[in-house]
């Protein structure tokens, strides 16, 4: 049987968002437990079903406590819970995040965040030299159905080295390569939530693998990887 997210969970972190203090959140520690335990055990389940159609080395649950060192908003403590899943490197690229926030905020996201310096130039000289196979994948039907558009910061006209005239300018000036999937409270606590975000997940495998062969190749085909 899948596990669930609790309601509990987005109870109390309704209250938490009232009462982002110190106090407050020692007297209702014993709660905050129970919720953190509850979740922890839905994101260890799906990271088994994520090992049964890809490469998993490891889940990530964060913490709930906020470094507020170099921070305007100095509240102590995260009004979500999260955790992230890594795949396999080097060979196998791109990263899986879930977002557990109450008031219909709650999300999934995948993709490429912060692409390192020589990994983003790769993946530009690939859309400049032909992205029609990347085009392919993203507007293909039932993917789009389930992640809509890519997403990422840009650019603003066109990266050093790179003409803004360019057929595909519209990637080349990405930054990030992300897909999200929001879900209401009422999906995140029904029993087919698991299912939900796992089935999406897997229905990003086509735009991973996609990446994983660019990012582990050279612009001749040639892999990087021993």
């Known amino acids: 049987m899948n596990e669930t997210i609790p309601r509990e969970a987005f109870s109390f972190l309704q209250d938490l968002q009232k009462n982002n203090n110190r106090e407050w959140f020692t007297d209702h520690k014993k709660e905050f437990k129970e919720v953190e335990r509850e979740v922890k055990q839905f994101f260890n389940q799906l990271y088994e079903l994520l090992n049964k159609h890809d490469q998993i080395d490891r889940m990530k649950m964060f913490r709930i406590y906020r470094d507020v060192r170099f921070s305007k908003n100095k509240t102590p403590y995260k009004t979500h ?3 992230s899943f890594h795949r396999i490197k080097p060979r196998l690229r791109g990263g899986y995040y879930l977002h557990i926030a109450p008031n219909n905020e709650t999300f999934i996201a995948t993709g490429f ?4 310096k020589e990994d983003l130039h790769r993946i530009r000289k690939e ?3 032909d992205a029609s196979e990347l085009r392919k994948i993203i507007h293909e039907k039932s993917f789009k159905n389930i992640w809509g558009e890519l997403e990422g ?4 006209t066109a990266p050093k080295g790179f003409t803004k005239e360019h057929e595909s300018i ?3 000036k ?3 390569f992300i897909f999200t999937k929001k879900f209401t409270d009422k999906e995140v606590t ?4 698991m299912d939900k975000v796992n089935e999406s997940f897997k229905a990003i495998r086509p735009f991973f693998d996609y990446m994983s062969d660019v ?3 050279d612009l001749n085909g040639v892999s990087l990887i021993d």
């Open 174 to 176: 990405k930054k990030q």
């Open 127 to 129: 859309f400049e030299m």
């Open 113 to 116: 965040w912060d692409p390192n």
């Open 170 to 172: 519209d990637l080349i």
């Open 81 to 83: 819970l999260a955790g």
């Open 190 to 193: 029904s029993r087919d939530f």
């Open 153 to 156: 910061d840009e650019v603003k």
């Open 215 to 217: 990012l582990t190749t």
